[in-house]
């Protein structure tokens, strides 16, 4: 058995990722979903929301591994260097790590992948989350809360049983709307439905977002009608997690028109919404994958700017 603090490999730099063979802690139902808590202090330390660890599985055909955001860390306290994932069940690697008991070793890799930026300015923040996507978006309501910023939420599912840490969320947030696609909880709709109105409510300055890719183009685009300054993470397939294979790309629209290639595993998961050409992506029927330079435009005016918020070029 291996101690709480794990066995570290790797570099021991302050941002760097590592591996580490970590002890399980909880493995337990989230409503539809399930939670994996590890003691690994070497990334805990280290994790930023928006960020994600790599996670060594078993079962058949598992050779790779399985990247997972991070939903939560203590760096404090009798749990101090834990770090907690949240998934779905829904392939052999997956359904393999609902086996896993308490005090079992997992070789992790992390933290990996670009964080959410944060506000350098006084700015009301929205959050919105589509299914699992909610977890890392809780861990980031923490550190803005932390920086004194209002935080409100919007939280979408398929249906009631399926959204994910009710009270989480409420407790985080100075409000927080719920929509379904099937109506049994919250608004009946989706959460661009009620996305306008929230901004307006709450006068928020800027959008975060994570959740399935078709949700996250439709919040894009909404926020960049808005002129609203959005982030989202994304989520891809990831072969190898490191930038080697480029099975995880997004093209990103540069300011002079054209589209490059961005891998979400060191470039993201964490990208500006409004940057994505998500006509070029699979979520889009029919368009190549790599389009045609375009007349560079003049960035929309948003509230407040990019440099304002996150030092964006």
Sequence with gaps: ??????????????????????EVLARRREGAYWLLSIACPSIAERAKPGQFVNIAVGGFGTLLRRPFSIARVSKQGVAAGTVDVVFDAH???TDWLTTVSVHDVVDVVGPLGTPFPLPQRKVACLLVGG???????????????????RVDMIVGAASQERILSQIEAKRLTA???FTTDDGSYGVHGRVT????EVVENCHSGVVYACGPNPMLRAVSERCKEMKLPVQVAVEEHMACGIGVCFTCVMPMRQKDGTVRMKRSCIDGPVFNGARIAWEATRFDVGPPLLVEPE????PPEVRPSEADLWGES
């Design 1 to 22: 058995m291996a101690s709480r603090a794990g066995t570290m490999q790797g570099r021991i730099g302050t941002d760097d990722p590592v591996q580490a063979s970590c």
């Design 91 to 93: 392939g052999p690697g």
């Design 131 to 149: 299914g699992y996507g909610v977890a890392p978006l809780l861990y980031l309501a923490e550190e803005l809360t932390r920086k004194g910023l």
């Design 175 to 177: 409000s927080v709307t």
């Design 193 to 196: 439905d009620v996305l306008e």
């Design 295 to 298: 007349e560079a435009e003049a």
